[in-house]
């Protein structure tokens, strides 16, 4: 089979490497014609461990290539992927599927012969039945051109090893001929033993928002209880460990600091929680806004922990900020509570001066009132105050030495919890976390 990805964003560019080096025809498509140039010549438009490489050895085998031509794209293919985005819509809790819909109708009057066409965004249930009738309702194939939903679960700093090793596969189809191809498409992931769970349409949107919902609620959960340690000068990374020993709960997700951001859970719980009203059934997901209220005051908290250290104002002090993407392994700032924090600081009268190993560009791009840095020395020269904002090993493994000669005081706020507490003590900091005594 011949496979094509339409969108080539970072869930469109990592699935069509990862197909391709799997050993599938892969075709690739965008309307964004400096991204398919930089495809074209094995760059990746954002920063993703291993996909360049996976790039290059798929453009020099010849099994992917890139074009801006959709009717190209609808001729080659056998399956298409649905890669676009589905943002939150500005002021307004919902999923904004306009690149969803637009992608639909400009493909399906291309397809004149029978193929599959798998979603992968992120979707409201009740999205994919709709955008079935209407594919079948528009496409000379008619109900030939069928529509599956095949939702993708990765993690960003990991998304390669994710798409060619992953947990699971949800195929969510209506007939066994989707089924089938679907199989066929990832036969070499589930001979190596990752099991496919066949679904209906609905059920498969909802694999990935409840996921993700759940994720959300689960570092809401730990950051609440930091709140609580905080109170009652109890530690809760301690805590933490012990809740992860319980194999009901799992450690994964139980890590205390500033919350959750990027472009996937803040809009899915808003969207699946949404979606949920509208179907009558918004007071069994109301606990969603609170998970969302939690991971907003973790960053309040951040500032006002940052304001403590300063000595009750950051007016006119200088602050090192270490961290800017919304984890490591990306430089994604999408809701990047580490920016947020930053931005903050600066609001407040702070100067601030960032460095990331991969997003310091970007975030002093669309914060212009930042400093950026080129190293964490850099960021921490003439210091009042330190910020660890995100948990780049980096910075977990920066002698505490080096920095203290660095800054002027040797305060530092750790909201991640990324630095040994024992360790930048006895080099003579005040040390602070958010949940810790």
């Known amino acids: 089979m ?15 490497a990862c197909l391709a ?6 075709l690739a498509t965008d309307i964004d014609e400096g991204r398919i140039a930089a495809l074209s010549q094995g760059r990746a438009p954002f920063s993703e461990p291993g996909l360049d490489r996976l790039l290059g050895r798929g453009l020099r085998s010849g099994r992917l290539r890139f074009t ?13 992927f649905l890669c676009v985005g589905t943002p939150q819509r500005s002021g307004h809790p919902g999923a904004d599927l306009s690149q969803l819909h637009d992608c639909v109708d400009a493909l399906a009057p291309l397809l004149r012969r029978p193929c599959l066409v798998a979603g992968k965004s992120t979707t409201p249930v009740g ?24 939702p993708e679960f990765l993690r960003e700093g990991h998304a390669v090893e994710d798409t060619l090793r992953p947990a699971r596969i949800v195929a969510g189809v209506r007939s066994d001929r989707a089924e089938t191809v679907l199989r066929e498409v990832y036969r070499p992931l589930t001979e190596a033993g990752t099991p496919l769970l066949v679904t209906d349409l609905a059920t498969a949107e909802l694999a990935k ?38 194999p009901r ?31 009558g059934a918004g007071q069994a997901l109301s606990f969603l806004h609170d998970v969302d209220s939690i991971n907003r005051r973790c960053r309040a908290r951040a500032v006002a922990a940052a304001r403590e250290l300063a000595g009750g104002s950051l007016q006119g002090q200088v602050v090192g900020v270490l961290g800017a993407a919304f984890k490591p392994g990306s430089d994604d700032i999408r809701e990047s509570p580490a920016v947020e924090v930053a931005v903050a600081v600066s609001g407040l009268g702070a100067q601030v001066t960032l460095y990331d190993p991969a997003a310091a560009a970007k975030a002093v791009a669309a914060c212009p009132q930042l400093q950026r840095a080129g190293s964490a020395e850099a960021a921490a020269r003439d210091a009042d105050v330190l910020l660890v904002l995100t948990e780049w090993d980096e910075f977990g493994e920066a002698d505490p030495e080096i920095l203290g000669k660095a800054v002027r005081r040797r305060n530092v706020l750790d909201t991640r919890h990324a630095l040994d507490p024992a360790r930048w003590r006895a ?4 040390y602070r976390a958010l949940g810790r005594p």
């Open 2 to 16: 011949n496979l094509t990805v339409i969108g080539t964003g970072y869930l469109g560019a990592v699935h069509a």
């Open 21 to 26: 080096e799997l050993g599938f025809e892969v």
């Open 68 to 80: 801006t031509s959709l009717p190209e794209a609808a001729r080659f293919g056998d399956v298409h």
């Open 127 to 150: 999205t994919a039945a709709a955008l079935a009738d209407r594919l079948a309702a528009l496409a000379p194939a008619g109900p030939a051109a069928e529509l599956a939903w095949n």
């Open 209 to 246: 928002a409840a996921a993700n919902a759940f994720l959300a609620t689960k570092i809401s959960f730990i950051n609440a209880m930091a709140e609580v340690c905080e109170a009652a000068g109890a530690d809760t990374a301690v805590l933490a460990d012990v809740l992860g020993r319980d």
């Open 249 to 279: 709960i799992g450690a994964d997700g139980l890590r205390p600091g500033l919350g959750f951001g990027g472009g996937c859970l803040p809009k899915d719980i808003r969207a699946l929680r949404h979606r949920a009203e509208e179907l």
């Open 427 to 430: 080099a003579g900091w005040t």
